[in-house]
């Protein structure tokens, strides 16, 4: 999954818009996401949204040639509230043995 984000934010790709690669990566959490929902999954949640903001964050940097963010801007919503970047959040009602 790692290695898909970090291709989808590749230094490259810098060109595109960012509402494509934003599309790209909320295409494939969704996919994973459903996948991968029916257990416990809150701490690899955690650790894919941190890789994608991080890798998001890069991104940004290259396609604007700045490189230096401050420690508030990794945590900031504006990357979901801005361009709608989904952040994966577990919801145990999914789960097969979960009233309805």
């Not at 894919?48 to 040639?65: L, M, S």
Request: aromatic share 14%; hydrophobic share 35%; with cysteine.
């Amino acid at each position: 999954m790692c290695e898909r984000i970090s291709a989808i934010t590749d230094r490259k790709r810098s060109g595109l818009d960012p509402e494509e690669v934003v599309g790209e990566l909320n295409r494939v959490l969704r996919g994973w996401a459903g996948y991968f929902c029916l257990g416990p999954v809150s701490d690899t949640y955690r650790a894919i949204n941190a890789h994608v903001r991080c890798r998001f964050r890069k991104w940004w940097g290259a396609k604007h040639k700045a490189h230096k963010f401050g420690p508030c801007w990794y945590w900031s919503p504006w990357p979901e509230r801005t361009f709608g970047l989904l952040q994966l959040r577990w919801d145990p009602s999914r789960l097969p043995h979960a009233k309805a």
